[in-house]
């Protein structure tokens, strides 16, 4: 069974920088994408940056050039660092797999497995 499981969210002032962590159990298989999202409440879920198996990698116009994605293989766990938080990045975020990553693309849709998400907020 697949399980995602996210930490490092929290509160921070404008300007600032988080690292997220999502650690991925029952699944170590390639190829796969795992990306991260966020979602406010009422919103659709946004996507903010994903990752191939390949190391291909692309990340969401409001994001780009503020946030870097990885994965670490041997701990099996994704990242995503934030940085230059602004208020408007306030959200819940959470990680997903894709397994065999059919769909390269920042949409949720596309994504069966889930965390349980972080809380990020940013105050100005």
């Known amino acids: 069974q697949v399980q995602l499981l996210e930490s490092g969210g929290g509160s921070v002032q404008s300007g600032g920088s988080l690292k997220l962590s999502c650690v991925i159990s029952g699944y170590t298989y390639s190829p796969y994408c795992m990306g991260w999202f966020r979602q406010l409440p009422g919103k659709a879920r946004e996507g903010v940056a994903l990752?191939?198996?390949?190391?291909?990698?692309m990340a969401s116009n409001s994001v780009k050039g503020r946030v870097s994605v990885s994965h670490d293989n041997t701990k099996n766990t994704l990242y995503l660092q934030l940085n230059s938080l602004k208020p408007e990045d306030t959200a819940m975020y959470y990680c997903?797999?894709?397994?065999?990553?059919?769909?390269?693309?920042?949409?949720?849709?596309?994504?069966?497995?889930w965390g349980q998400g972080t809380q990020v907020t940013v105050s100005s």
């Open positions: 990752i191939h198996s390949d190391d291909s990698r």
């Open positions: 997903a797999l894709q397994p065999g990553c059919d769909v390269f693309r920042l949409s949720a849709s596309y994504f069966p497995n």
